[in-house]
Nanobody
Framework: QVQLVESGGGLVQAGGSLRLSCAAS????????MGWFRQAPGNKREFVAR????????NYADSVKGRFTISRDNAKNTVYLQMSSLKPEDTAVYYC???????????WGQGTQVTVSS
């Protein structure tokens, strides 16, 4: 089992920045990759970014490319999401997720709220 705990959410003005953190514990060596998803009220949960644990390959949703950066610190078992040039439409609950293979995300955090005011 793997436990994921997010932190770093909050209220920020449009154009500002925030950094989210996701601390993993448990059998972290079993993880293939970790990702960030978000869900705004009334919307489905959507993919934001992911990073492969070995090698560091990253992928981003088109809506955040050039503005968000995902990174990892394997020694600390932590994944970060640096968010810049934030827009009101980035407002959502952001979830950290992890998976053991490139199929389905097995583990989820509790979520952290990000609110961007205009």
């Amino acid at each position: 089992q793997v436990q994921l705990v997010e932190s770093g959410g909050g209220l920020v003005q449009a154009g500002g920045s925030l950094r989210l953190s996701c601390a993993a514990s448990g059998r972290t060596s079993s993880l293939y990759d970790m990702g960030w998803f978000r869900q705004a009220p009334g919307n489905k949960r959507e993919f934001v970014a992911r990073i492969i644990r070995s090698g560091g390959i990253t992928n981003y949703a088109d809506s955040v490319k050039g503005r968000f950066t995902i990174s990892r610190d394997n020694a600390k078992n932590t994944v970060y999401l640096q968010m810049s040039s934030l827009k009101p439409e980035d407002t959502a609950v952001y979830y950290c997720a992890g998976r053991r293979s490139a199929v389905t995300y097995d583990y989820w955090g509790q979520g952290t709220q990000v609110t961007v005011s205009s």
